[in-house]
């Protein structure tokens, strides 16, 4: 069950320390949305966040994949 879309919003505004609040949204072939949030560092933009978020897309899929081999072997 990979990840089959994925998005990130960043908000407009910075907080105190000029980091930006981002949440990312990943949805796999069942349906089910996995997010995820976290402060982007200041001085970084759409680029880095966007690379955050296709990191998480390959963890993800790993993830997802090793679950889903363990659902088999349980009901093996």
Same mark, same amino acid.
């Given at each position: =069950?990979?990840?089959?879309? *994925?998005?990130?919003?960043?908000?407009?505004?910075?907080?105190?320390? !000029?980091?930006?609040?981002?949440?990312?949204?990943?949805?796999? *072939?069942? !349906? &089910?949305?996995?997010? @995820?949030?976290?402060? %982007?560092?200041?001085?970084?933009?759409?680029?880095?966040?966007?690379? @955050? =978020?296709?990191? &998480?897309?390959?963890? %993800?899929?790993?993830? %997802?994949?090793?679950?889903? @081999?363990?659902?088999? %072997?349980?009901?093996?």
């Amino acid at each position: =069950m990979p990840i089959t879309s *994925s998005q990130n919003t960043i908000d407009a505004h910075a907080q105190a320390d !000029g980091s930006h609040y981002v949440i990312e949204t990943h949805t796999d *072939s069942t !349906g &089910r949305v996995h997010s @995820f949030q976290y402060n %982007l560092p200041a001085g970084q933009g759409a680029t880095e966040a966007d690379a @955050f =978020m296709n990191a &998480r897309v390959a963890g %993800l899929d790993v993830h %997802l994949a090793d679950s889903e @081999f363990e659902g088999a %072997l349980d009901g093996a």
